[in-house]
C-alpha cells in the first residue's frame, strides 16, 4: 500500500511538473512590458549605462544624458558613472573606456577628473599656426 502511494505521488508530482513546464514555456510564457530602468541585471544597466555615453558622443547634451540615466534608480547618478568607468579602466575595458571618460569629463568638469581617467582624456587637437 505505501509502495503504491508513493508511486502515486512521484507520478502525480511529474505530470504536475512537466505541466507546468510546457505551458509556462510554451502557450503561456511570462511577458515583461513597461518594466523600469532599474529592474535591469546590472550587466544591463551597465550596457545601458555606455549606450548613454555614446550618445552623449553625438549629441553632447549632458542634460539629455543625465535625464536619460536617472530612470536606473542610482542614488547618485555621477557617483555611478565614475565608479562604472574606474571598473572600465581596471578590466582594461579598452573601446568603452574614452566614451566614459568623456561622459565623466562632462558631468564634473575637467578639472575634477580622477587621476586614473587623466590619460583617456581625448588629446586636443592644436590649431593651425598662422605662417607669415
Partial sequence: MAKRCIGSL?????VG???GIFLGWG???VEYRNSPLAALAPRYQEEYTLMVA?????DRDIEAALERL???GKPNTIDYVIELTE???????IPAIP??????????GPENLPAIMQLYRPTPTP???PQG
Avoid: K, W
Fill in 10 to 14: 512521484l507520478v502525480g508530482l511529474l
Fill in 127 to 129: 590649431a593651425p599656426v
Fill in 27 to 29: 502557450p503561456f510564457p
Fill in 87 to 93: 571598473r572600465y579602466i581596471s578590466q582594461s575595458n
Fill in 70 to 72: 536617472r530612470p536606473l
Fill in 54 to 58: 555614446e550618445g552623449y558622443q553625438v
Fill in 99 to 108: 566614451v566614459m571618460v568623456a561622459l565623466v569629463e562632462a558631468l564634473i
Fill in 17 to 19: 511538473l512537466s505541466t
